[in-house]
Protein backbone atom coordinates (compact mmCIF):
# COMPACT_ATOMS: atom_id res chain seq x y z
CA UNK A 1 0.00 0.00 0.00
CA UNK A 2 2.62 2.55 0.67
CA UNK A 3 4.10 2.04 -2.80
CA UNK A 4 0.78 2.56 -4.54
CA UNK A 5 0.52 5.90 -2.77
CA UNK A 6 4.09 6.80 -3.50
CA UNK A 7 3.15 6.06 -6.96
CA UNK A 8 0.11 8.37 -6.26
CA UNK A 9 1.78 10.79 -5.31
CA UNK A 10 4.82 10.97 -7.93
CA UNK A 11 1.85 10.73 -10.81
CA UNK A 12 0.17 13.76 -9.08
CA UNK A 13 3.29 15.90 -8.90
CA UNK A 14 4.11 15.47 -12.79
CA UNK A 15 0.94 16.15 -13.76
CA UNK A 16 1.20 19.81 -12.25
CA UNK A 17 -0.59 18.78 -9.02
CA UNK A 18 0.98 20.26 -5.37
CA UNK A 19 1.80 18.29 -2.71
CA UNK A 20 0.64 20.93 -0.29
CA UNK A 21 -2.44 19.84 -2.05
CA UNK A 22 -3.20 17.19 0.32
CA UNK A 23 -3.41 19.30 3.65
CA UNK A 24 -6.59 20.98 2.20
CA UNK A 25 -8.70 17.64 1.39
CA UNK A 26 -11.99 18.21 2.76
CA UNK A 27 -14.17 15.80 4.09
CA UNK A 28 -16.63 15.11 6.55
CA UNK A 29 -16.75 12.84 9.51
CA UNK A 30 -13.17 12.21 9.28
CA UNK A 31 -13.22 10.62 12.94
CA UNK A 32 -14.46 7.47 10.95
CA UNK A 33 -11.01 7.36 9.57
CA UNK A 34 -9.00 7.69 12.66
CA UNK A 35 -11.47 4.56 14.87
CA UNK A 36 -11.31 2.76 11.60
CA UNK A 37 -8.00 2.89 11.61
CA UNK A 38 -6.91 2.21 14.65
CA UNK A 39 -9.66 -0.62 15.14
CA UNK A 40 -7.52 -2.32 12.33
CA UNK A 41 -3.97 -1.81 14.02
CA UNK A 42 -5.54 -2.98 17.01
CA UNK A 43 -6.82 -6.29 15.65
CA UNK A 44 -2.99 -6.49 13.39
CA UNK A 45 -1.30 -6.70 16.78
CA UNK A 46 -3.66 -9.43 19.28
CA UNK A 47 -2.01 -12.88 19.63
CA UNK A 48 -3.73 -15.38 18.41
CA UNK A 49 -5.53 -16.54 21.72
CA UNK A 50 -7.90 -12.94 20.82
CA UNK A 51 -9.22 -14.44 17.31
CA UNK A 52 -12.70 -13.83 17.47
CA UNK A 53 -12.03 -10.22 19.47
CA UNK A 54 -9.65 -9.44 16.26
CA UNK A 55 -12.59 -10.01 13.59
CA UNK A 56 -14.97 -8.26 15.92
CA UNK A 57 -12.48 -5.02 15.49
CA UNK A 58 -11.92 -5.80 12.04
CA UNK A 59 -15.96 -6.11 11.13
CA UNK A 60 -16.76 -2.98 12.76
CA UNK A 61 -13.60 -1.36 11.42
CA UNK A 62 -15.09 -2.03 8.01
CA UNK A 63 -18.60 -0.85 9.12
CA UNK A 64 -16.99 2.77 9.79
CA UNK A 65 -14.86 2.75 6.49
CA UNK A 66 -17.75 1.77 3.97
CA UNK A 67 -20.16 4.76 6.29
CA UNK A 68 -17.09 7.06 5.51
CA UNK A 69 -17.13 6.02 2.12
CA UNK A 70 -21.07 6.21 1.36
CA UNK A 71 -20.51 9.77 2.34
CA UNK A 72 -17.78 10.81 -0.01
CA UNK A 73 -18.40 8.69 -2.83
CA UNK A 74 -18.46 11.19 -5.37
CA UNK A 75 -14.36 12.18 -4.82
CA UNK A 76 -12.49 10.30 -7.22
CA UNK A 77 -11.76 6.82 -6.62
CA UNK A 78 -13.20 6.22 -3.03
CA UNK A 79 -16.02 4.34 -4.56
CA UNK A 80 -13.58 1.64 -6.03
CA UNK A 81 -11.54 2.26 -2.33
CA UNK A 82 -14.92 0.76 -1.13
CA UNK A 83 -15.98 -1.90 -3.23
CA UNK A 84 -12.53 -3.36 -2.11
CA UNK A 85 -13.13 -2.39 1.74
CA UNK A 86 -16.35 -4.78 0.64
CA UNK A 87 -15.29 -7.24 -0.69
CA UNK A 88 -12.29 -7.84 2.41
CA UNK A 89 -15.39 -7.35 4.65
CA UNK A 90 -17.60 -9.42 3.06
CA UNK A 91 -14.87 -12.68 2.54
CA UNK A 92 -14.60 -11.90 6.65
CA UNK A 93 -17.89 -11.97 7.80
CA UNK A 94 -18.63 -15.01 5.72
CA UNK A 95 -15.55 -17.07 7.12
CA UNK A 96 -14.95 -15.69 10.80
CA UNK A 97 -11.53 -14.09 9.61
CA UNK A 98 -9.67 -13.59 6.42
CA UNK A 99 -9.46 -16.78 4.83
CA UNK A 100 -5.15 -17.32 3.54
CA UNK A 101 -4.20 -19.56 1.11
CA UNK A 102 -1.34 -21.48 2.81
CA UNK A 103 0.63 -21.97 -0.91
CA UNK A 104 0.80 -18.21 -0.93
CA UNK A 105 2.30 -18.21 1.74
CA UNK A 106 4.59 -20.13 0.99
CA UNK A 107 5.86 -18.56 -2.18
CA UNK A 108 5.56 -15.42 -0.16
CA UNK A 109 7.77 -16.03 2.44
CA UNK A 110 9.45 -19.09 1.45
CA UNK A 111 7.91 -21.10 4.13
CA UNK A 112 4.69 -22.18 5.00
CA UNK A 113 5.96 -22.10 8.83
CA UNK A 114 4.30 -18.98 9.81
CA UNK A 115 2.11 -18.56 12.58
CA UNK A 116 -1.28 -16.15 10.70
CA UNK A 117 -2.44 -13.46 13.13
CA UNK A 118 -5.14 -13.06 15.37
CA UNK A 119 -7.91 -11.93 12.06
CA UNK A 120 -6.75 -14.70 10.04
CA UNK A 121 -7.95 -18.14 9.10
CA UNK A 122 -6.80 -20.68 6.67
CA UNK A 123 -8.32 -21.53 3.31
CA UNK A 124 -9.83 -24.64 3.51
CA UNK A 125 -12.20 -26.51 0.93
CA UNK A 126 -15.26 -25.06 3.62
CA UNK A 127 -14.17 -21.50 2.95
CA UNK A 128 -16.56 -19.33 1.70
CA UNK A 129 -15.97 -16.71 -1.33
CA UNK A 130 -12.93 -18.13 -1.78
CA UNK A 131 -11.91 -16.42 -4.27
CA UNK A 132 -12.19 -13.08 -2.19
CA UNK A 133 -9.48 -14.23 0.36
CA UNK A 134 -5.89 -13.62 0.66
CA UNK A 135 -4.37 -15.39 -2.65
CA UNK A 136 -2.11 -13.07 -4.24
CA UNK A 137 2.07 -14.08 -3.02
CA UNK A 138 3.58 -10.83 -2.91
CA UNK A 139 7.16 -10.74 -1.04
CA UNK A 140 6.87 -11.02 2.02
CA UNK A 141 2.95 -11.23 2.02
CA UNK A 142 -0.12 -11.77 0.71
CA UNK A 143 -3.10 -9.96 0.00
CA UNK A 144 -6.82 -10.24 -1.62
CA UNK A 145 -8.35 -8.70 -4.49
CA UNK A 146 -10.17 -6.41 -2.24
CA UNK A 147 -6.45 -5.24 -1.41
CA UNK A 148 -6.07 -4.53 -4.78
CA UNK A 149 -9.10 -2.83 -5.31
CA UNK A 150 -8.30 -0.45 -1.85
CA UNK A 151 -5.17 0.32 -3.25
CA UNK A 152 -6.29 1.44 -6.57
CA UNK A 153 -8.72 3.48 -5.22
CA UNK A 154 -7.02 5.67 -2.65
CA UNK A 155 -4.45 5.57 -5.24
CA UNK A 156 -6.57 7.33 -7.96
CA UNK A 157 -7.87 9.34 -4.96
CA UNK A 158 -4.65 10.48 -3.33
CA UNK A 159 -3.79 11.35 -7.11
CA UNK A 160 -6.90 13.65 -8.15
CA UNK A 161 -6.56 15.44 -4.98
CA UNK A 162 -2.82 16.58 -5.34
CA UNK A 163 -3.76 17.43 -8.83
CA UNK A 164 -6.70 19.55 -7.75
CA UNK A 165 -6.56 23.24 -8.47
CA UNK A 166 -5.58 25.62 -5.67
CA UNK A 167 -8.82 26.78 -3.61
CA UNK A 168 -9.13 30.10 -3.46
CA UNK A 169 -9.41 31.84 -0.10
CA UNK A 170 -7.93 28.59 1.07
CA UNK A 171 -5.83 30.20 3.12
CA UNK A 172 -7.68 32.62 5.37
CA UNK A 173 -7.73 35.08 2.82
CA UNK A 174 -10.52 37.70 3.24
CA UNK A 175 -12.62 39.39 0.68
CA UNK A 176 -16.52 40.05 0.07
CA UNK A 177 -18.24 38.57 -3.08
CA UNK A 178 -17.84 40.57 -5.91
CA UNK A 179 -15.72 42.59 -4.03
CA UNK A 180 -13.14 42.62 -7.70
CA UNK A 181 -16.02 44.19 -9.79
CA UNK A 182 -16.03 47.37 -7.49
CA UNK A 183 -12.97 48.66 -8.02
Not at 25 to 33: E, K, M, P, S
Not at 122 to 143: K, M, N, S
Amino acid sequence: MPLVLIIAIAVGLARGGKISNLAEIGVRAWWLLIVGFALIVTATFLPRSMHELAVVLIVVSYMLLLIFIFMHRQMAGLWVAGLGILMNFTVIAANGGMPVMLEAVEVAFGSADIELGAKHVLLTEETQLAFLADVIPLPYGVISLGDVFLAIGLGVFVEDQIRRPVRLFARGAQGTPGSAAER
